[in-house]
């Protein structure tokens, strides 16, 4: 079953409200928000983010009361623990860090070579992943294997100048363009699967010894892959 996340600790007010802000019923999922004495006064030079998140809190006497709106969907069991349902946007937990999907499709976006980008959070059987799918601009080649590896090199060194290591995608697949539903938006669960040819990999080198054998084939079966070579990087591949 799904373990819930617990109950308030003291001086902490926790709230399940609805889209309209009415606390719901036990048993109805909705966002949570939390209030109370060891709540923060904002984000640190982020005046909309604060004014977005740090809401005034309508059960409370004291002008200057907030809540804050987590984005975390959960609803309470008749025990008063609350169980987590999901997210109401695209964050998402990879390795044990919470992360902003937005973030890296700004960072992407930003880059000369590249026109679109969506970033996702699939299930690699051994873990979560991110996979950055990318449109690049008209003038960068990416259909010949060498030169979507080299395009790959160059993202992944860009992204790690400007965001935590965990936040730089596994695998980037390239499109000619995103696909979008009938009414123009993006269609998410019509984006492909990455393949072994998304992966960034070294020049293949083969095991030159049993013990590099043996490590090879782990490694193949731990990231559900068909080859790996020496000189292969555990985390660029999964």
């Known amino acids: ?34 209030g109370g004495a060891g709540l923060a006064r904002g984000y640190l030079n982020r005046a909309e983010l604060t004014a977005e998140k740090f809401v005034a809190n309508p059960f409370s006497d004291d002008p ?19 169980e987590f349902m999901g997210r109401t946007d695209h964050q998402v ?11 890296i499709e700004a960072a992407l976006t930003s880059l000369a070579d590249v026109r679109e980008a969506v970033v996702t959070a699939q299930d690699s059987g051994t873990g979560q992943r991110l996979v950055g799918y990318v449109v690049p601009t008209p003038a960068v080649p990416c ?19 400007r965001l935590p290591d965990y936040m730089v995608p596994s695998l980037f697949v390239f499109l000619e363009s995103l696909p979008l539903t009938s009414n123009g938006k993006l269609d998410r ?38 080859q790996v070579g020496v000189y292969d990087n555990f985390f660029e591949l999964g």
């Open 64 to 82: 200057d009361s907030r809540l804050y709106r987590t984005g975390d969907l959960v609803r309470y069991l008749p025990d008063g623990n609350l």
């Open 189 to 226: 669960r019509a984006l492909p699967v990455p393949g072994d040819e998304d992966v960034q990999r070294a020049e293949y080198v083969a095991p030159r010894d049993d013990t590099e054998a043996r490590l090879c084939a782990i490694w193949q079966e731990v990231l559900k892959l068909e």
């Open 1 to 34: 079953g799904i373990v819930p996340i617990g109950r308030g600790i003291s001086n902490t007010q926790l709230y399940v409200l609805s889209s309209t802000g009415t606390p719901v019923p036990v048993g109805v999922i909705g966002e949570l928000y939390i």
């Open 143 to 161: 259909e010949a294997e060498d030169a979507r590896q080299a395009l790959m090199t160059d993202l992944r060194a860009a992204l790690q100048q």
């Open 93 to 103: 937990k990879v390795r044990g860090f919470r992360i902003e999907l937005g973030e």
